[in-house]
């Protein structure tokens, strides 16, 4: 990440507006953005004037609420971003829909992501409709807030049962100290071409939401697409200037090649949004990461940091990947 993707990052994350200051705090931490985060919430939970003078709920507008920041992205769909402890940043997207509201994957928790929905995008109070791309504790630490009255409930790919049900081993909290994931039920099992339907009176293809199942990342990862507003939910299958883990449990690089290949055939003329760092990405960055994964297997990228059998490996443009070292030829 450079200098400018690192203050565009701070901005998206923070709600900070001003490029100014995200570029003094980050220059104060060293251009660690984590530390600059942390440090901007800090300021924030200390007394003093409010730095947000936006009015909620304002259409196309930008909401600065702690840990949680929103951009409309599309008549009716927001971006939110979770500023959470553990330095992961999701990007989870609120999709009004004619009788509910469908909420694409949760964070990790840390805050109250429901009533920030709740008082600033779903106003009307349409039932909420939970689906996670995968069952990373980035992803579903907030599903059990949503649980019960007012929620049709939870959702998520079916590819592997097992494998999403084992929350406490495959959500990977268990690696960031503090996080722990409440429990929650999933009530519908997605299948690949399954529709999610924005309007249950008129249940056309462009009215919907198409679910793929994408395995690589993890095994039961899924990508939403939205034909009517042109674009693809991707979770974490890929995402520019911050690593992609294909080194987790499940991951599986043969998986993801497939998966980015079926994605590009399904992607022309509509725009990625990704999991972390990126809501509106061109479809050619399908071409660019699966380029990167194929290189790392024929043995023609050397990893720019090893540790122990794993290893990060970039290719020196939008794209960079934590691997199993295993699986580069020649290794
Ligand atoms: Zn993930």
Redesign the pocket.
């Known amino acids: 990440m450079n200098e400018d993707e690192a203050v565009a990052m701070f901005v998206a994350v923070t709600g900070v507006e001003d490029e100014g200051i995200a570029f003094m705090l980050l220059e104060d931490c060293k251009w660690n953005l984590e530390d600059a985060v942390n440090s901007h919430l800090l300021m924030q939970s200390e007394p003093g004037p409010p730095t947000s003078n936006h009015t909620p709920g304002m259409a196309g507008s930008a909401l600065n609420e702690g840990v949680y920041n929103s951009e409309q992205i599309h008549p009716r769909i927001w971006k939110v971003v979770e500023a959470d402890p553990y330095g992961q940043y999701p990007f989870l997207y609120v999709i009004l829909g004619k009788d509910k509201c469908i909420v694409i994957d949760t964070g990790t928790g840390c805050g109250d992501f429901k009533r920030f929905v709740s008082t600033h995008i779903n106003t009307a109070s349409l039932p909420y409709l939970v689906v996670c791309t995968?069952v990373?504790f980035?992803?579903v630490g907030g599903n059990h807030a949503f649980q019960g009255e007012g929620c049709l409930g939870i959702a998520m790919g079916s590819r592997d049962v097992k494998f999403t049900s084992n929350v406490e081993i495959n959500s990977l909290s268990l690696a960031h100290p503090g996080c722990t994931i409440k429990p929650f039920e999933v009530t519908r099992w997605l299948h690949d071409g399954d529709l999610i339907h924005l309007d249950e009176a008129n249940k056309a293809k462009e009215h919907s939401l198409e679910v793929i199942y994408t395995p690589g990342?993890?095994l039961d990862s899924i990508a939403l697409i939205d034909h009517q507003a042109g674009r693809i939910f991707v979770?974490?299958t890929l995402y520019p200037f911050t690593a992609v883990?294909l080194d987790?449990l499940g991951s599986s690089t043969t998986d993801c090649l497939a998966s980015l290949a079926r994605l590009k055939g399904l992607a022309a003329g509509k725009i990625l949004s990704c999991?972390h760092v990126e809501c509106n990405l061109g479809p050619d960055a399908l071409d660019e990461f699966a380029a990167l994964v194929e290189g790392v297997r024929a043995g023609a990228v050397p990893p720019t940091i090893v540790e122990g059998e794993h290893a990060e490996f970039t290719n020196g443009m939008r794209f960079s990947v934590w691997m199993p070292l295993k699986e580069r030829a020649g290794t």
């Open positions: 995968h990373h980035d992803h990342h993890t979770g974490d883990h987790c999991g």
